[in-house]
């Protein structure tokens, strides 16, 4: 079938299909089946011939209110166990289309569709769950302007290619959801659909340029009726046995042989509130954290927290007018990576009635033997509670604690979130830090309040913030990495749309902030400015100048540059981006008895992907930095390589190979991993992993040398299975 017979074709089942379509201010009802459809992408069940349709989709991006380039029909059923979904995608160039055969949450270069899922309709949370052409699963929780992938829920999906385009059906059990314990039950949705080479997301229902990007105020009801409420009952146990080797001498010798036994449990006490708890629990990491640069850092390294046990209601945490703009030194409040060493924890998450949310923690984490002065175990029980306002707006509070033999810090304070209109966010929050360390002598209390007023259209972005941390406020069980500061911050980014083929739109900022360094009564800046273009449908480049100082140990030094910015989809098998950035930049000495210098600092940092076909992936990653000195001495030279290769057996089984060398300290790491998963928590997982070291035992000094060889230094194996008993 040639390109125009298809255009004819896809118009004609759009026109037939119309009068099946429903207006977006009207909510949704969905078709009860008693008859559950095979999720195969095959739209051949009759529960699909009289199901409840959507058809006009409208564009967001790049821009808003255009007619999809190419035609998208949604439907929507359900039975009383499951929610079903399915859309048909027509596409005029079918052999554009991309798509792979991955792992879970690695489709979002891919073309795919969304159902965006408000399980309460209360506008507070929404649930996303996105499937590529070939049926790939990948799953977020949106709240509070966070989307966040780590989660994981139970849910089916088949996808299709067809010679029009392509088909996706969805299943989603009730028992993956939390929605309100009411009849009839009402939630809201949004369909999507993506296209990476025009980078164009459509939607249904249509979004309001008016209130740009809030999402969560634009959805459409949907009323469902006999569904079941359930006492959900799951059951997780979870073996793994690690063996490690490390370096003695010239050869390696066993450092650890380890099995473990670990059980998870969940207990809904009604649909929309339920109870976990884990004994032992099994937080293995499968994949290594990204090598980071190291060196010169005048903060900790942030690592993401991608434990499955802390990520149900996690993304509730996020407290408002926290990084609020880039110079906010709040990343977060709760941050659970820094329970080390779980020995057991229980939550409660979920509605306690239609306005109010709680997303509750108790872990007790075990202490490395040299901190046994500070007992053998810390307490940190975290409780958040939020109350639904009007459309997305809410008030909420905040007490978390890390209790330990004689010491303590605890964080209490409220926040908020109202909308001023449709297109305007004022956010704030209050808090207080009270703190007792060991050996420190008096008790230590600490203040932090923010402020942040945001706008945002379709052609234009506009933020205000305000930000005050005393010196003494502490956070142990968040992340922040600054206090003692008083700042305020003004941001404005027009958008310029010009009529034509090759350009988008182009994105132009202004950023302005002013901090008071409290410790030494200095006032530092940060302003940049730049241009940004999209360009040719899936390709991006960026130009700021920045002008900014830093105050560091009493002093003042210029931190400013050039910043450059250049990558897309520039093929459907090919996606690479480079930064590169030139500035002025602090030695931060941490000896009180050495300074502080000025230096200069460059940074590049490269990403490609290729893809030949679906089941192959190669990924590389270079990232590099350096540091000079004003009178030119070199101080350090840091490259950092990272090579993947993925084979995709099929939607359950992959084998990917990794490989990491740090020119700086010398050091390759290798990862091999052979991963099932038929769904999340239903999992096998066989690892080995290998550090070598440019180094040379020297029997004479009883030393290590430096070498121009290879040496493995460490050794790993590790195997991993569990199993989901969902009662």
């Known amino acids: 079938m040639n390109n125009g017979l ?46 409840t349709r959507v058809t006009d989709f409208k564009t967001f991006l790049p821009d808003f209110g255009k007619d999809g380039s190419q035609i998208t029909i949604g439907y929507a059923a359900y039975d009383s166990e499951n929610l079903y979904f399915a859309y048909r995608c027509f596409d005029t160039e079918p052999d554009k289309i991309k798509t792979s055969i991955n ?11 969304c159902i965006n899922l408000d399980s309460f309709n209360d506008q507070q949370a929404l649930t996303a769950f996105y499937i590529n052409p070939n049926g790939i699963q ?24 067809i010679d029009s385009g392509y088909i996706v059906e969805v299943q989603i059990p009730l028992k993956s959801l939390r929605y309100s314990d009411k009849e009839p039950v009402i939630m809201s949705v949004m369909f999507e659909r993506y296209i990476s080479r025009f980078s164009e997301h459509s939607s249904f229902p249509e979004l309001d340029p008016a209130k740009g990007m809030s999402i969560l105020t634009q959805m459409v009801p949907l009323e469902y009726s006999g569904i079941k409420h359930y006492t959900l009952l799951e059951l997780l146990p979870a073996v793994t046995y690690s063996y490690k080797s490390t370096l003695e001498k010239n050869r390696l010798v066993k450092d650890e042989s380890k099995p473990d036994l670990s059980l998870t449990m969940k207990y809904g006490i009604t649909s929309d509130l339920v109870l976990d708890g884990t ?61 080390v060493n779980p020995i057991a924890g229980i939550k409660l998450t979920g509605k306690i009635n239609k306005n109010n949310t709680i997303s509750s923690i108790y872990a007790a984490d075990e202490l490395p033997d040299e901190f046994n002065i500070e007992g053998k175990y810390s307490h940190v029980p975290i409780v958040r509670v939020k109350s639904a306002l009007s459309d997305d707006s809410y008030i909420g509070g905040l007490a978390a604690s890390v209790e330990k033999k004689d010491s303590y810090n605890r964080v209490i304070g409220l926040d908020e979130m109202y909308r001023l209109g449709d297109e305007s966010m004022l956010e704030s929050h209050f808090l207080g830090s009270f703190s007792k360390y060991t050996g420190a002598g008096d008790k230590i209390n600490g203040h932090a309040l923010g402020i942040n007023y945001s706008k945002s259209t379709r052609d234009l972005g506009f933020g205000v913030s305000v930000k005050e941390i005393s010196k003494d406020f502490a956070a142990d069980m968040g992340y922040i990495n600054r206090t003692g500061i008083f700042s305020f911050t003004g941001l404005i980014r027009p958008r310029y749309y010009p009529k034509s083929d090759f350009f988008q739109f182009i994105t132009f900022e202004v950023f302005t902030g002013q901090t008071k360094d409290k410790y030494s009564n200095l006032w530092e800046t940060f302003n940049h400015v730049s241009i940004q273009p999209y360009f040719l449908g899936s390709l991006t480049a960026k130009a700021k100048y920045s002008y900014s100082t830093e105050i560091f140990r009493g002093e003042k030094f210029k931190t400013g540059g050039f910043h450059f910015l250049f990558g897309g989809q520039f093929s459907k098998e090919f996606n690479a981006s480079i930064l590169y950035r030139h500035i002025n930049s602090i030695y931060y000495e941490r000896d009180p008895l050495k300074n502080p210098f000025q230096g200069v600092t460059n940074r590049i940092t490269v990403a490609a992907l290729y893809q030949p076909f679906d089941q192959l992936s190669a990924e590389a ?16 030279r840091y490259p950092l390589y990272r090579g993947k290769l993925t084979y995709q057996l099929n939607k359950y089984l992959f084998f990917r190979g990794i490989a990491e060398y740090n020119e700086y300290k010398k050091i390759l790491i290798t990862d091999f991993l052979a991963s099932f998963t038929y769904i999340p928590g ?23 040398d430096s070498s121009n060889r290879f040496l493995e230094s460490a050794r790993g194996l590790f195997f991993k299975m569990s199993y989901l008993w969902r009662l």
């Open 6 to 51: 298809k255009t004819i074709f896809s118009l004609t089942c759009l026109i037939c299909l119309s009068i099946l379509t429903l207006d977006a201010a009207e909510p949704l009802k969905p078709v009860r089946t008693n008859l559950s459809p095979v999720i195969d992408g095959i739209l051949d069940d009759p529960i699909w011939k009289n199901v």
């Open 103 to 113: 792992s879970r949450d690695n489709i979002i270069q891919d073309d795919w569709v």
């Open 138 to 161: 990948a799953d977020s929780k949106f709240s509070a302007g966070n989307e966040d992938f780590n989660g994981d829920l139970v849910w089916y999906s088949a996808g299709k290619l």
């Open 279 to 339: 004994l032992n629990p099994d937080f293995s990491q499968i994949e290594s954290d990204a090598g980071q640069v190291d060196v010169n850092l005048r903060y900790d390294l942030f690592y993401a927290e991608k434990r499955p046990f802390f990520l149900e209601g996690y993304e509730n945490f996020r407290i408002a007018a926290t990084q609020a703009s880039e110079l906010d030194p709040v990343v977060s409040l709760v941050h659970t990576r820094t329970i």
């Open 621 to 636: 990653n270079f990232i590099f930095s350096d540091f000079h000195s004003t009178s030119g001495e070199k101080l350090y």
């Open 682 to 704: 239903t999992v096998a997982y066989l690892g080995y992993g290998s550090m070598y070291e440019k180094i040379n035992w020297n029997e004479d000094t009883d030393m290590y």
